[in-house]
Every structure is written in C-alpha cells, then in structure tokens.
C-alpha cells in the first residue's frame, strides 16, 4: 500500500493553519501543522515531501526557516505570501524555496501547486543509483545530491532539476518556454522566477555568469551546457 504523502504546514494565522490542514487531510495527505517557523524546523525530517511556508511569522520568518530546511532536506517548499513583488520572489528562491503563492489564494490553486510539486518529485525519482559526471560535478541520482569536487553544493528542488536537465542533454539550448515545459510542466513561471533560478545556481557552483564554466547563455535563445 502506497504510503500518503506527508505536508508540514506552517503559518502564524490560526484561521489558515486550519482550513489549509482541513483542505489537505481531506485530499489524503498526511499534514503537520506549525505556528511559526521554530516550529516547523522542529517537524523537518526526510519523511516531509512537501513544505508550504508563511513569509511572515513571529519567532522565526518562513525565509529563516527555509534557509535552515534546506541544509538538511530536500523537499519542495511553497512560500505562502502577502507580497508579489519581484526582489520579495528572488529572496524566496535565495532562501531555498522553490515556489511562491500569494495571499488570498483559491483553496484550487493551492491544490494544484501541491499536487503538481507531489507530482514531480514522485516522476523524478531515480530508480537506480548512477551518477552524472561534468567536469568537477557529480550528480547523484539517488540522493538527488550534487558535489563540486568534495564539497556538497546545497541546491533546491527546483534548482537541481534544472541543472540534471542541462547535464542530461549537453548542447541542447533551452528555451524558457523549454524549461517550463520539462520542469515545471503545467505550472509555468514567469520568465524573471526562471532567471532568478540559473542565477542562484550559477552562484551556488560559483559560476561566472561572464565567462561560465557551466551553464552557458544562448543569447536571445535560452542556456545551454556543452
């Protein structure tokens, strides 16, 4: 018997807290619910396979807690946010997370943010362990992990797949409208969230953006490794 996924929850507002727990338990998840961001760091463990966040909470912000989140587990997180702006989303995506949703939401939507992220991180699990190798880059499919060398390079979920599509087709120039399609699939992002990505990850593999080593520019076409 498939086991349910399991979702740790975590806002200040009581209100939401439960309609969020009431709406996802109903849908079959297994759901955790945390008032602040202390407290959802207190329910991070590998068995969480997904993380929806507020931005804003007391103790401890969803941005702090993600940043912790992420040195230790790999799951998704979905920031839940009063704030649309584009510096508000890059800090997002520098704290770790992989998407954003912002307030007030339709109970619909979030549905659709969670099972498509469920979604891909079930279809991109590995079924063996073998590994991809570029230059200094180890990909290991199996714990979904990547080593520059010896030392670990922390990415997100969304960031790691974006790099395992580049290693995994080598020469291939991909397009934003590329990137959505093989990574994101039905939830396209806009093109400013996907440049944020290759920033950070170009920053994370210390990656020269003027003379990159690893991910290449395209321009006017879209990024590339060779």
Same mark, same amino acid.
């Given at each position: 018997?498939?086991?349910?996924?399991?979702?740790?929850?975590?806002?200040?507002?009581?209100?939401?807290? *439960?309609?969020?727990?009431?709406?996802?338990?109903?849908?079959?998840?297994?759901?955790?619910?945390?008032?602040?961001?202390?407290?959802?760091?207190?329910?991070?463990?590998?068995?969480?396979?997904?993380?929806?966040?507020?931005? %804003?909470?007391?103790?401890?912000?969803?941005?702090?807690?993600?940043?912790?989140?992420?040195?230790?587990?790999?799951?998704?997180?979905?920031?839940?946010?009063?704030?649309?702006?584009?510096?508000?989303?890059?800090?997002?995506?520098?704290?770790?997370? *992989?998407?954003?949703?912002?307030?007030?939401?339709? %109970?619909?939507?979030?549905?659709?943010?969670?099972?498509?992220?469920?979604?891909?991180?079930?279809?991109?699990?590995?079924?063996?362990?073998?590994?991809?190798?570029?230059?200094?880059?180890?990909?290991?499919?199996?714990?979904?992990?990547?080593?520059?060398?010896?030392?670990?390079?922390?990415?997100?979920?969304?960031?790691?797949?974006?790099?395992?599509?580049?290693?995994?087709?080598?020469?291939?120039?991909?397009?934003?409208?590329?990137?959505?399609?093989?990574?994101?699939?039905?939830e396209p992002v806009g093109d400013g969230s996907i440049m944020t990505h290759i920033k950070n990850l170009r920053k994370k593999l210390k990656d020269d953006s003027r003379n990159p080593?690893?991910?290449?520019?395209?321009?006017?076409?879209?990024?590339?490794?060779?």
């Amino acid at each position: 018997m498939q086991s349910k996924a399991k979702i740790v929850i975590a806002d200040d507002e009581k209100e939401i807290r *439960d309609v969020v727990s009431m709406l996802l338990t109903g849908e079959g998840y297994e759901v955790a619910a945390a008032a602040d961001g202390r407290e959802a760091l207190e329910l991070a463990d590998p068995s969480v396979d997904l993380y929806i966040l507020d931005v %804003n909470m007391p103790e401890m912000t969803g941005f702090a807690a993600a940043a912790e989140i992420r040195k230790t587990c790999y799951a998704p997180i979905l920031f839940l946010t009063a704030y649309s702006g584009e510096s508000d989303k890059m800090m997002g995506f520098s704290a770790g997370g *992989d998407d954003y949703l912002v307030k007030p939401f339709s %109970n619909v939507e979030l549905l659709l943010r969670v099972r498509a992220h469920l979604r891909r991180v079930k279809e991109y699990a590995p079924a063996d362990g073998h590994t991809i190798l570029y230059k200094d880059l180890t990909l290991d499919l199996r714990s979904q992990s990547v080593r520059k060398g010896n030392e670990l390079i922390v990415l997100t979920y969304t960031e790691y797949q974006i790099l395992k599509l580049f290693l995994e087709h080598r020469g291939k120039i991909f397009s934003m409208e590329n990137i959505y399609q093989s990574v994101w699939e039905d939830e396209p992002v806009g093109d400013g969230s996907i440049m944020t990505h290759i920033k950070n990850l170009r920053k994370k593999l210390k990656d020269d953006s003027r003379n990159p080593q690893y991910i290449k520019t395209a321009w006017g076409k879209g990024y590339y490794v060779e």
